[in-house]
C-alpha cells in the first residue's frame, strides 16, 4: 500500500495569513499516459464529514474558493491556504488514488493563532 | 439536493453483526462507482470497499476481507455494507461516498455518515 505522510501535524496561522500542508506519498503517483498525479484533497470540520477540495493535484472542486491551491508531483504535495479565514479551521487530509486501495494521510489540524 | 444519507449504526458485541445502508437522492445513482470509508473515533480515514456502477467489480480493504460485503440496489438508489464477525477495531463512523468521474477514485460526495461501536 501507498503510505501518505502529511507534515506538520497541526499549525496554528493567523487570520489573513498563508497556511502550507504538505503530503508525501511513499511512491509516486504520477500516471505517465496521461501526466497527471492521482493526488487529492480533503476538509473535514468537526461533526462533518470529509468535503473534497482539490483533486488531480490542483483542480479545485465546484464551489471551492480560490484561496485554496495544490500543486506537487511525484511523491510531494502541498495544499495551501493563501489567506486564512475562520471558517477554515478544520483537519485536512490528502489522499492518494493512484492504486488501491486508496489511502489518506493521517491529517493536519489548522487552528487561528 | 444532492445527498447521501447512512443509517444501520449502533452498538453491538464483538462477533455479531449489522447491515449498513445508505440512500442516495437527486443524481444519477446508478451512473456512479461508489465506496465506504470509516474513521475511528479521534482518527483518521480508512477506506473500507468499493463497488462498480453497475456492480460488477468489487474490492475490499485487507482489514475487513472475507466479513464484510458490498452491495447495491440501482432500482432503489441505494449502497449496502453488510458487516459480520465484527472487532472491536471495526469501531467507527462509517461514511458513504461518491467515486469521482469516469470511476477515479476521489470521493465527490459523501454522507454524514453512521456510527457504528462494538463493544461488550
Known amino acids: 500500500d501507498i503510505v501518505m505522510t502529511q507534515s506538520p501535524d497541526s499549525l496554528a496561522v493567523s487570520l489573513g495569513e498563508r497556511a502550507t500542508i504538505n503530503c508525501k506519498s511513499s511512491?509516486?503517483?504520477?500516471?505517465?499516459?496521461?501526466?497527471?498525479?492521482?493526488l487529492a484533497w480533503y476538509q473535514q470540520k468537526p461533526g462533518q464529514p470529509p468535503k473534497l477540495l482539490i483533486y488531480?493535484?490542483?483542480t479545485r472542486e465546484s464551489g471551492v474558493p480560490d484561496r485554496f491551491s495544490g500543486s506537487g508531483s511525484g511523491t510531494d504535495f502541498t495544499l495551501t491556504i493563501s489567506s486564512l479565514q475562520a471558517e477554515d479551521v478544520a483537519v485536512y487530509y490528502c489522499?492518494?488514488?493512484?492504486?488501491?486501495?486508496?489511502?489518506f494521510g493521517q491529517g493536519t489540524r489548522v487552528e487561528i493563532k | 439536493e444532492v445527498q447521501l444519507v447512512e443509517s444501520g449504526g449502533g452498538l453491538v458485541q464483538p462477533g455479531g453483526s449489522l447491515r449498513l445502508s445508505c440512500a442516495a437522492s437527486e443524481f444519477t445513482f446508478s451512473s456512479y462507482d461508489m465506496s465506504w470509508v470509516r474513521q475511528a473515533p479521534g482518527k483518521g480515514l480508512e477506506w473500507v470497499s468499493y463497488i462498480r456502477d453497475s456492480g460488477t467489480t468489487i474490492y475490499y480493504a485487507d482489514s475487513v476481507k472475507g466479513r464484510f460485503t458490498i452491495s447495491r440496489d440501482n432500482a432503489k438508489n441505494s449502497l449496502f455494507l453488510q458487516m459480520n464477525t465484527l472487532r472491536v477495531e471495526d469501531t467507527a463512523v462509517y461514511f458513504c461516498a461518491r467515486v469521482g468521474a469516469r470511476g477515479n477514485w476521489y470521493f465527490d460526495l459523501w454522507g454524514r455518515g453512521t456510527l457504528v461501536t462494538v463493544s461488550s
Open positions: 511512491q509516486g503517483v504520477l500516471y505517465s499516459s496521461n501526466n497527471k498525479n492521482y
Open positions: 489522499q492518494q488514488y493512484y492504486n488501491t486501495p486508496p489511502t
Open positions: 488531480w493535484t490542483s
